[in-house]
């Protein structure tokens, strides 16, 4: 424990593994305030890549909540290069659906689509940031585990 | 020479940067034969990207190119870590830049905008497909770089 803030198994990582989850279910509740979502590619998109960072971020959570436990880091061999892959795949397809729903809302935005009336593009922009600000904790959460690699 | 193919310095290396730089300037030909882009956000923040990809892979096909004349890998101490974090950057980028202009297009497409007459978001569907291409040739790059870097 305490060797590399925010490698799996520590306070770090619980707090970046919690901030993940959160944003994430954010930017799902963001969305799902409007039904007609599923109109847009990008927006059904983003609701696939939130709702797979969702499970993920709350079950390696839950591992490093056992890890402070047990004061000594779960981490049985190959566990980490699987953390890795699963985080690399999940920060790409979050930051591509993030900007691809963002996008999406400047343009809804720009041209004065219907769709935009009373405020709901604006929940679509907050769920937007809300997936790419969880983008950042995911692209956090690799670097800390992938600097860990090499050592163990 | 020829320890990991695709790394630094290597014939493989210099075939991925042409193919970067080749696929980064055919996305640019398709987005700026419509005279429109940049009415779109989306649009603009590709030709950044497809912009700074395109001298970033030519110089280090360059490198490469030299390297294989030289019959031996020019890696001055630091400069693989410079390529890494360069190819790290520009394939987040293209990948945000990429989707972004393919879920605009394809709304543009669905909601039958007279922006897109005369097949002119064909055009954008194709620089779009290739700037998701030079990211694939990017990502490449970059984790076989990333591979060679704890043993340099």
Known sequence: MGELPGALGTTGSLGLRLGQAILAVSSLLFMCMGVDFYSFTAYCFLITAMGLVVPWSSTLALVDAFSICVKHPVRPPGILSIVIVGDWVLSLL???????????????????????????????????????????????????????????
């Not at 004065?112 to 709901?120: A, I, L, Q, T, V």
């Open 94 to 152: 979050s930051l591509a659906a993030s900007t691809s729903a963002a996008s999406v809302t400047e343009l809804l935005l720009s041209s004065r689509d219907p769709f935009c009336m009373g405020n709901m593009c604006i929940r679509y922009q907050l769920a937007a940031a809300m997936a790419f600000l969880s983008w950042c904790l995911l692209f956090s959460s690799l670097l800390f585990n992938l600097w860990l690699l090499p050592s163990v």
